[in-house]
């Protein structure tokens, strides 16, 4: 396992399927190894809501997490997303995914607080049960600002100050809490890094002084998304607008005009095989392929993007 380097892009990884709904190992492989190789890539990460960790058991979970480690072995480090309801489950998980190669651990809230609400002290005993249990660093997966599974600015500065948080998957989707939230962390604790996973709003994102992007959009476009963090980051806004205007019509057919949905995971996978970077693009029940219109939606934007082929993306 290697270190993770959080200043950069770390795409949260489709999966390829064949057919049959199983996994396709060998497709698996190559995607992984072409995208660990594109630039401004430090990481990759397994069991992402775009790798469509809802539809997978928890041992098909940790096989994704170790055929991706062997496959990026040499070129770089694999972090795996823990999705779990309690402290056991979580723990068990978290060990398999240690012992399938996974160098950090991104950490969702347990589906029932989405449902319930949670005090401050029942995330805090999970990060740390988890993080005393296997000893890598962790992530921490913010939700949405609306939902219940959301932590409070308050309780985002308590979590940057445990030792076993690396950094923090910012999904708040509401743009004045996101700019407390970066606040209150860097304040808490400077060395913590703030990762970007607004995939459809990348450049508003960006600009709050965020260290890198953990996206799932990185699988389709990575080269794109690189650009554009490092027109940010040389204060260069004309470059990053050029950029995000070629990003734009791909996130618009992929996401839709809100927030990502399950369904446009089947459309991620679809521009990715028409691109070129994997076979198919196969999803898994209840996920649905796109439509007609969808689909001819997406090749319109791959055009306008360039993105008709492997190389190009």
Not at 40 to 54: D, S, Y
Not at 117 to 137: S, T, W
Not at 206 to 215: E, F, S
Request: with cysteine; hydrophobic share 45%; proline share 6%.
């Amino acid at each position: 396992m290697s270190a993770i380097d959080y200043h950069g892009i770390i795409p949260a990884i489709a999966v390829p399927f064949n057919r049959d709904y199983s996994i396709d190992e060998a497709d698996l492989t190559r995607f992984v190894q072409w995208l660990g190789k594109q630039p401004g890539i430090t990481a990759l990460m397994t069991n992402g809501h775009t790798g469509e960790v809802f539809s997978l058991t928890p041992r098909e979970r940790a096989e994704v997490t170790r055929l991706t480690a062997k496959a990026a072995q040499g070129i770089c480090p694999v972090i795996s997303s823990i999705v779990c309801e309690g402290i056991e489950d979580a723990v068990e998980q978290a060990k398999w995914a240690k012992d399938a190669g996974a160098s950090a651990l991104d950490i969702m809230p347990p589906h029932h607080w989405l449902r319930f609400g949670f005090k401050p002290e029942h995330c805090i005993d999970y990060f740390n049960a988890i993080g005393d249990a296997v000893r890598l660093p962790l992530i921490v997966h913010i939700y949405p600002a609306w939902t219940r599974g959301s932590y409070s600015t308050d309780l985002l500065a308590q979590l940057a100050r445990l030792p076993h948080v690396a950094a923090f998957k910012m999904g708040e989707r509401e743009m004045n809490k996101y700019a407390r939230d970066i606040e209150a962390i860097r304040a808490a604790d400077p060395s913590k890094a703030l990762l970007t996973c607004h995939d459809e709003y990348l450049l508003a994102s960006m600009v709050q002084g965020i260290d890198g992007a953990l996206v799932g959009f990185a699988s389709l476009v990575p080269g794109l998304i690189h650009q554009l963090l490092t027109a940010v980051r040389n204060g260069d806004l004309k470059e990053a607008m050029r950029v995000q205007a070629l990003i734009t019509p791909l996130k618009d057919a992929v996401y839709g005009a809100g927030e990502p949905t399950g369904e446009a995971h089947g459309r991620m996978k679809a521009a990715m095989a028409l691109a070129g970077i994997i076979r198919e693009g196969t999803v898994r029940p209840p996920t649905h392929a796109p439509t007609a219109d969808e689909l001819e939606a997406i090749r319109r934007a791959l055009r306008l993007a360039g993105l008709t082929d492997r190389a190009a993306a």
